[in-house]
Every structure is written in structure tokens, then in C-alpha cells.
């Protein structure tokens, strides 16, 4: 569908679902730091278990919502959601300097700290693409809060870029009305494999549902580019610019998994991912794992074939054959499957003796 047919399209503006948080508001972070920044937040369910999820690259907190959904109010007396807009997006400040993951990742640390999230292995975090970054950095200054840590679809630092830049040049020309529709559809085809973007829009709908998946995504998109105030080009640049000086070697790798402890980490990753190739992710595995990092056989088509890329360690993978970027999205049962498991071996290590 175009531009102009999603927009009549009566399911459009039901495309961000009505998920009533059980609190929500913004938290002053960063007052040493160039603040007060106000980080817009929300937090979804009641139970004990407190997950944090950390969102991507020019993404909201609302693209979470199939997560906030499925944890939070699906189960809401067993989990609680809390989600956010990163420095640089919707609800939260946009301040004009600098941003880095560390930084960044300091802001998710305070705002946990403003909800009252502070207790000991009490975090399950979880960060995609560039908010995996973000939680490599997390991780790295409060380990001993950390219960689980997921790493879905991001990178130690971006050595194979052609789909992040690809897509960087895509949305950043979402600010200019010119070939929106091209536009998009470079997006879509980055960030998510085609079968998924053909296949018939199976989420449950208010009026009718869009005839493809990808054209749920396209409408997603468009609302999104119609919040002057949420979607601005200097928060995005910035943003992708903290992204593309993200860099954490396989030492730093190692002991945030040493420090973390290795059996409470995930690492999931498309072998189709378009805007961080395959490779990144098992380099990220790689350097958790076992201090290691590139081994110069990575090539351009995204391909890894070392030996150890299909061997089981200590660190949990989930390296998904055919998957493009949006693990979540695409393979939205499995991956609340995997978390839950993991979620669960948290909590029992917390009880054990075996990693305090």
C-alpha cells in the first residue's frame, strides 16, 4: 500500500495499541551530565519480575508493544514492563550535544533508579539493535542488578555497515516529504525478511486488518513521521551517531559476562539481518564467550562459517537461520519463549549458590 492508502486505511490509527500502563511519566536523569534530561517512561504490569526493555535506532517505546502485550498485560501479576524513549526520541528531551551508549546507557540506569528498580540481580534487561548497545554499556556499570541480559540483533561496534547506513540514508530522508513511499520501503526491507513483510496481517484488529504484515509495519512508520515533536532529524542523527562510535573489544566482552555471570546471557541473532549482519552477532557471542573477537573470515554477504559459530557455551544463543532484524516482531512466540527460559534460569541461579 502507498502512503495516502494507508492513511485512509481504517485500521491506521489503531495502529498504536491502547495499553493502559500501570505508571508512567518522566524522570530527570543526567543532572551531572549536561541535565536535567526528562526521559519519558512507562511501566506495564504489577508481578516482581522487572523486565527493561531497550529499544533501537529512531525507535519509540511503543514498538514494544506486542512485548508490553504479552508480559505485561497478558501476565501482568507475574511481570512488570518498564519501556521507554532513549535521549533523542518521543517523549523524552532532545537535548543538542553529544550522545554516546555509555551516556545513554547512565539514563537507564538513573530511570531504573527513579522507579525504585534497585535491588540486587533484580534486572532482566533486554535491548534490540542499538539498545542492545546501550545494555552492553548497562550492563558494564551495574552488573550485580543485572538478573538476565538479552543482546537481540545488535553489535560490539559496526565493522559490516552497508544496512546501517542503508537504512540510517532511509529514514533520515523521512524527513524530507519527497519519495516517501521509496522511502519506507527501504526501511521495511532492511529492518525485516520478505516473507514476513508479505505474509497476510495477522494481529488482532479494531476495524480490519492491513492486507500484509509489512504494510502494518509502512503505517507504523507514517504515524510515526506525523509527530513533528517525537520524531525530529537532530535526536535521530545524534542518536545514530552514538550508535556508530558504539565500540566494546572482546576483553570488555568477557568481563561484563564474567561480571554478569555468562549462564545469565542471551545473544539472538537473524543469519539475514540486513541492518547489522550476522557476523556482528557472533562476534558479540564471541567476545562473551570467550575474550575473542573477528576472525577475518566474516565477509560482506553477512555470512560467518567458523566453526564455533554453531556451538553451544555458556552464553545462551540463539542464532536464527533466514531471520532478518526485528527478531521480536518476526518471531514474536518464540522469543517470549526464549526470555521467559532465560528469565526463569535467572531466577534459580539468584537462589542457588552457583553465581551470586
Not at 530522508?173 to 520478505?194: C, G, R, T
Not at 573477528?294 to 554477504?301: A, I, P, Q, R
Not at 544463543?317 to 531471520?323: A, D, E, L, T
Amino acid at each position: 500500500m502507498t502512503a495516502d492508502e494507508l492513511l485512509q486505511h481504517p485500521e491506521y490509527d489503531h495502529t498504536i495499541w491502547e495499553l493502559a500502563a500501570t505508571k508512567k511519566g518522566k524522570a530527570p536523569v543526567a543532572r551531572d551530565r549536561g541535565g536535567p534530561i526528562d526521559i519519558g517512561y512507562e511501566i506495564h504490569g504489577h508481578g516482581d519480575t522487572h523486565i527493561v526493555w531497550i529499544m533501537g535506532l529512531g525507535g519509540m517505546k511503543y514498538a514494544w508493544q506486542r512485548q508490553t502485550k504479552d508480559f505485561a498485560h497478558e501476565k501482568g501479576d507475574t511481570y512488570s514492563s518498564l519501556i521507554f524513549d532513549n535521549r533523542g526520541i518521543g517523549e523524552s528531551d532532545k537535548p543538542l550535544f553529544r550522545y554516546t551508549t555509555s551516556d545513554m546507557a547512565r539514563d537507564a540506569v538513573e530511570l531504573c533508579d527513579h522507579v525504585g528498580w534497585t535491588g540486587r540481580r533484580e534486572l532482566h534487561v533486554i535491548g534490540i539493535s542499538m539498545g542492545g548497545m546501550i545494555a552492553q554499556e548497562l550492563a558494564m556499570l551495574i552488573p550485580e542488578r543485572i538478573c538476565t541480559l538479552s543482546l537481540v540483533s545488535t553489535a560490539a561496534g559496526l565493522f559490516r555497515t552497508t544496512g546501517f547506513l542503508e537504512n540510517l540514508y532511509a529514514r533520515a530522508n523521512l524527513f524530507i516529504p519527497k519519495s516517501l513511499d521509496a522511502q519506507i520501503a527501504s526501511v521495511k526491507a532492511n529492518l525485516y525478511s520478505q516473507d514476513y513483510l508479505s505474509k497476510p496481517d495477522d494481529l488482532p484488529h479494531v476495524k480490519a486488518p492491513f492486507p500484509t504484515a509489512g504494510d502494518r509495519f509502512a503505517a507504523s512508520e507514517l504515524w510515526k513521521r506525523s509527530q513533528p515533536t517525537y520524531f525530529t532529524a537532530k535526536g535521530f542523527t545524534l542518536q545514530a551517531a552514538a550508535a556508530w562510535l558504539h565500540h566494546k573489544s572482546p576483553a570488555q566482552l568477557h568481563t561484563l559476562a564474567q561480571n554478569v555471570g555468562k549462564r545469565r546471557i542471551m545473544v539472538v541473532h537473524g543469519t539475514q539481518d540486513k541492518m547489522l549482519t550476522f557476523p556482528h552477532g557472533v562476534v558479540v557471542w564471541r567476545g562473551l564467550e570467550k575474550g575473542e573477537g573477528k576472525t577475518g573470515k566474516e565477509n560482506w554477504l553477512g555470512w560467518e562459517d567458523e566453526p564455533d559459530v554453531w556451538v553451544e557455551g555458556e552464553v545462551e544463543k540463539r542464532f536464527v537461520r533466514g531471520q532478518g532484524h526485528v527478531v521480536p516482531v518476526e518471531m514474536r512466540g518464540e522469543f517470549m519463549g526464549w526470555v521467559e527460559a532465560l528469565v526463569k534460569r535467572g531466577q534459580e541461579l539468584n537462589e542457588s549458590s552457583m553465581d551470586d
